[in-house]
């Protein structure tokens, strides 16, 4: 409700403006020209949607919105914004929860999403190139007949696509075992924002130079476009097992976790939900998730059948000797599929509780996984608001859930207070800003919390060796003042520019 | 010249005399061992050197990360963290953490035990300002702006002098051992096990390292008796010095033709890339747009050239 009136709102008012105007436009010409009519979009109904993506805010302001389909039509749009100085936002299906895709300073939206094929699987080298707009499930589902799959997987994974895994060096369940996107990333055929098409990375041991393909994955989109990627493929592992154990309390399941990990097992998985959050989850869609208790971990270990047992008799026996009231095996693939189900749309069984969610993402070491947690319930509570969690307790990656009504006057307010407060309980602890939604524009203020002004510049420094002219997705990740683009300015819209 | 808010801005006494160490003018690099002292170039004359600080700040075995100085040797922290059970993704050739960190040396095994690239969570360096930078963070993941460890990583100290790295380790698994046979092809190795932690040939021979719980590793060693005579032996073969960085598919035909380009014998790691040979791989070219990043990078970090100059990180235009 709360979306669709914003969106209804930015529509009508975007419609508002001077056709002619559009049309006279010499830059849209120009991507007319270098696309086709039928992909340069530049209807109200096509910026309006794409100011925005899946994050709470607001503020976007789209230009006209490209549907390239190949290196050469990204380099030619990417080439006449250059020469028209305009700013360009790379975007691929807009799920991103920082607001890294949402375009200020009016920019070309270059849209990702018609560069969806799969160029070729080569297991010699043990990779696959991807066009960027392929999405994430689709091609584990492509390597599942040979047998290997893509290991960062996303609770997004059925929509998000692979180049915007890499713009925000995306994570998931699975990578505490498998390690995140930028581990799964070999070289990649990027746009530099002058229009050159470059390879950063390569498929051999130790490519020659600094290593850019490493600098550009979790760059949110600020450094290029990419066009091509050789991601690393993981072969299936022959056996897994999944346990579910039950708690009376949070910090039970936090400490088994941590328990585990001290033991010297990596599982595949370790994710945490606490009551609230298994009941809704119980509700939607009825995993045989245990409705009474207090926290429930779900734990994955993979790879060959005697060790896979072990480990999974083992974590049972931490999870025992740490209060588990309960410990189940899934007793088929069915169940487990059931189990990781639940989990995985845990974020969309929130609509039947509340309208709107603001899902927050922090890491914590995991000594400091109860402390933190009990802090967000704390800091809910004094702001009256109804707060879940669930997380990738493996690597410590909470993601505190705060439910509310954006037609309630002021929530919001109070909902990014709130938020505010849980990223500093985390900073305190000694964690940091995000473990995988990124920066973006949510962040922003906070990154001076975390960072030096050393530290910053010295980021900033990077961005400009890609992007001295800080025309590709400006206005994210660095702070004003520190950033080579100042963002207020990119709320307004430039003089001379159509809006 | 900005200046750190005092919380954030590191009171090490340790880093602050590296710092200092490493002053504000004049060409400046860091020793180590000086295991990999030639690679990437010679170093320019009167380039004053110093060493880095060193020792083992911290190991968290729980959180599964340790807090080291540079100028540690890999040796040492290993050793430490074996009592522990622990190891981390850097090689066992010698030297020092921030030197192979600064070469982005894989370690042999890097299949069982992870790319150097992405072993590295956060680091401290000195840059040419003579300050001190923090990028990354302490936690296994981490996503808060823009991801200087990668850059610094293989960057031979061109764009920063490494002086803190917080790394991160790995339980090692119960059981190690390796396996050698005549005949057999690294390709139907690759293809026949679930996870090798290494599968290195010469052209003739072929030698594998299992790991895991010790049923997996023998119904592994079981598998690799199928497609040929292997035999537990006691470790890898004697590596020659060079390395060489290849693509994995041209190790798979090197095996096949027995011969590098320019090199008579060798050890290569198969499902990796890297060569092991006598002679040093010639200068590799790098895509001339990627030169261009390069070289802002390098100006601007580095805008008077004195961080090790003479070195350049692979190739040239």
Request: with cysteine.
């Amino acid at each position: 409700m709360y979306r669709y009136a914003k969106l209804k709102n930015r529509v009508t008012r975007t419609l508002g403006i001077d056709a002619a105007e559009v049309e006279s436009d010499p830059f849209v010409a120009e991507l007319v020209d270098a696309l086709s009519p039928d992909r340069v979009k530049q209807d109200g109904a096509h910026r309006a949607l794409l100011s925005h993506d899946a994050s709470v805010f607001d503020g976007g302001n789209s230009g006209p919105v490209v549907f390239p389909e190949t290196t050469e039509e990204v380099a030619a749009v990417t080439r006449a914004a250059a020469t028209h100085g305009r700013n360009v936002v790379p975007r691929g299906a807009g799920t991103g929860l920082a607001g890294g895709a949402i375009p200020l300073g009016v920019p070309v939206v270059v849209a990702v999403t018609r560069m969806n094929e799969i160029h070729e699987i080569d297991t010699d080298n043990g990779i696959a190139w991807v066009g960027p707009g392929v999405v994430n499930l689709d091609l584990t589902k492509h390597l599942a007949p040979i047998g290997y799959h893509f290991a960062p997987d996303p609770s997004s994974q059925q929509v998000c696509t692979i180049g915007g895994n890499v713009a925000n060096n995306s994570g998931g369940p699975h990578c505490l075992a498998y390690g995140v996107t930028n581990a799964h990333i070999v070289a990649m055929e990027v746009v530099l924002p002058s229009g050159d098409v470059v390879m950063l990375g390569g498929l051999d041991a130790e490519p020659a130079g600094y290593d850019l393909r490493g600098a550009f994955v979790g760059s949110e989109g600020t450094l290029g476009i990419t066009t091509k990627i050789a991601v690393r493929i993981t072969k299936n592992r022959p056996e897994v097992r999944t346990l579910l154990l039950s708690f009376e309390s949070v910090t039970d399941a936090a400490n088994t976790v941590s328990g585990i990990i001290a033991a010297g097992i990596v599982p595949a998985a370790l994710e945490v939900m606490d009551q609230r959050i298994t009941v809704a989850v119980e509700n939607y869609v009825n995993a045989g998730y245990p409705r009474d208790a207090a926290a429930v971990l779900l734990a994955e270990v993979d790879g060959l059948a005697d060790g896979v047992d072990l480990d999974a008799d083992r974590i049972a026996e931490i999870g025992r000797a740490n209060g588990a009231t309960a410990v189940k095996l899934a007793g088929s693939d069915t169940e487990r599929a059931l189990l990781w189900k639940g989990r995985k749309t845990a974020f969309g069984a929130i609509a039947q509780l509340a309208p709107d969610y603001y899902l927050h993402d922090t890491v914590v070491p995991r000594s400091k996984l109860a402390e933190v947690l009990t802090k967000t319930y704390e800091i809910a509570d004094r702001y009256d608001l109804t707060i879940m969690n669930v997380f990738h307790a493996g690597d410590g990656n909470l993601h505190p859930l705060i439910l509310f009504d954006a037609r309630d006057e002021g929530v919001l307010e109070k909902v990014h207070a709130a938020g505010g407060e849980i990223i500093t309980a985390s900073l305190d602890a000694g964690g940091v800003l995000s473990g995988e939604h990124g920066i973006g524009v949510e962040k922003q203020k906070f990154m001076d919390r975390m960072f030096s002004s050393d530290d910053l510049d010295h980021q900033n420094r990077l961005r400009q060796a890609f992007d001295p002219g800080c025309r590709t997705n400006p206005g994210k990740v660095i702070p004003t003042g520190h950033s080579c683009a100042d963002i207020q300015s990119l709320r307004s819209v430039p003089k001379e520019v159509w809006a | 010249m900005s200046t750190a808010p005092a919380a954030l801005a590191t009171n090490d006494p340790v880093l602050l005399g590296f710092a200092e160490e490493v002053g504000t003018d004049g060409p400046v690099a860091v020793a180590g061992r000086r295991t990999r002292w030639t690679t990437g170039g010679t170093l320019a004359p009167d380039t004053r050197v110093i060493a880095a600080p060193s020792g083992i700040v911290e190991h968290l075995p729980d959180e599964m990360t340790v807090t080291v100085r540079a100028g540690t040797t890999v040796a040492d922290l290993h050793a430490e963290l074996a009592a522990a059970g622990q190891r981390t993704a850097l090689p066992d050739r010698g030297g020092t953490v921030g030197g192979a960190l600064a070469v982005g040396e894989n370690d042999l095994r890097a299949l069982g035990r992870e790319r150097v690239r992405t072993a590295l969570l956060q680091v401290r360096y000195v840059s040419a300002e003579g300050r001190i930078v923090t990028s990354g963070g302490p936690t296994v993941k981490n996503v808060s702006g823009f991801d200087l460890p990668r850059l610094m990583v293989g960057s031979l100290g061109t764009l920063g002098l490494l002086g803190e790295v917080i790394l991160r380790t790995n339980p090692i698994p119960p059981v190690s051992r390796w396996y050698a046979a005549a005949g057999a092809h690294p390709r139907a190795v690759l293809e026949t096990l679930l996870a090798p932690s290494a599968v290195l040939t010469n052209g003739e021979t072929v030698w594998v390292e299992l790991e895991g719980h010790a049923p997996d590793v023998d119904a592994e060693a079981a598998r690799l008796a199928s497609i040929g005579s292997f035999a537990e032996v006691a470790g890898p073969p004697e590596l020659p010095v060079h390395r060489w960085s290849l693509t994995p598919a041209e190790v798979l035909s090197l095996h096949d033709t027995g011969h590098v380009i320019g090199a008579s014998d060798f050890v290569a790691v198969a499902g990796l890339g890297l060569v092991f040979s006598h002679e040093p791989q010639p200068p590799r070219s790098v895509d001339p747009g990627v030169a261009i990043i390069a070289e802002r990078l390098k100006q601007n970090f580095d805008p008077t050239g004195r961080l090790n100059p003479g070195r350049m990180a692979g190739g040239t235009a």
